[in-house]
T-cell receptor
């Protein structure tokens, strides 16, 4: 199918710890991947993206890793803060063609004080 | 700069009615996409428009239609509403292929 799956539906971490959210994608032809954060009642917020010609990309407190061999994507959040609590989605698409993002179910990240 | 804006934010409709949802992309963005997000799931692709032409369509019935205007704003129309159409409808925009895709806050549709 065209599902982007997530290994864990929920993740609970201590404030200040690092968080790792995993994602398995199914379409080996996908060449553009995006992580979104969605807070309750809001639309998805862009976090970071990566193209298939890269295997790692860093942003502010976030790092995305791409392993095309096993079709796996991960989002690392450093020094997790209470404001990081949200549902995180990874999405895959093809750069050429319709900008059709395929999302998974999402992982709910909860930060414990 | 304003992000992707959608209206209305919330609405309630009765089964069988019609609904029109509106979206204004980020200034300069020519690509607009629509997604449906049912509670507890990830967004599902409905349509993509680029330069006022439909460039992609998801697995949704013909009751769903959309269009893009010369100013790149867009409308999503849903006819003969069903209870199952209750969802968050998201609009996304980008400069074009290979560029970052940004979402609006969505329109919450409840069908009763």
């Amino acid at each position: 199918g065209e599902n982007v799956g997530l290994h864990l539906p929920t993740l609970s971490v201590q404030e200040g710890d690092n968080s790792i959210i995993n994602c398995a994608y199914s379409n080996s032809a996908s060449d553009y991947f995006i992580w979104y954060k969605q807070e309750s009642g809001k639309g998805p917020q862009f976090i970071i993206d990566i193209r298939s010609n890269m295997d790692k990309r860093q942003g502010q407190r976030v790092t995305v890793l791409l392993n095309k061999t096993v079709k796996h994507l991960s989002l690392q959040i450093a020094a997790t803060q209470p404001g990081d609590s949200a549902v995180y989605f990874c999405a895959e698409t093809l750069i050429q063609g319709a900008q059709k993002l395929v999302f998974g179910q999402g992982t709910r990240l909860t930060i414990n004080p | 700069d304003a992000g992707v804006t959608q209206s209305p934010t919330h609405l309630i409709k009765t089964r069988g009615q019609h609904v029109t949802l509106r979206c204004s992309p980020i200034s300069g963005h020519k690509s607009v996409s629509w997604y449906q997000q049912v509670l507890g799931q990830g967004p599902q692709f409905i349509f993509q428009y680029y330069e006022k032409e439909e460039r992609g369509r998801g697995n949704f019935p013909d009751r769903f239609s959309a269009r893009q205007f010369p100013n790149y704003s867009s409308e999503l129309n849903v006819n003969a509403l069903l209870l199952g159409d209750s969802a968050l409808y998201l609009c996304a925009s980008s400069l074009g292929y290979g560029n970052t895709i940004y979402f609006g806050e969505g329109s919450w549709l409840t069908v009763v």
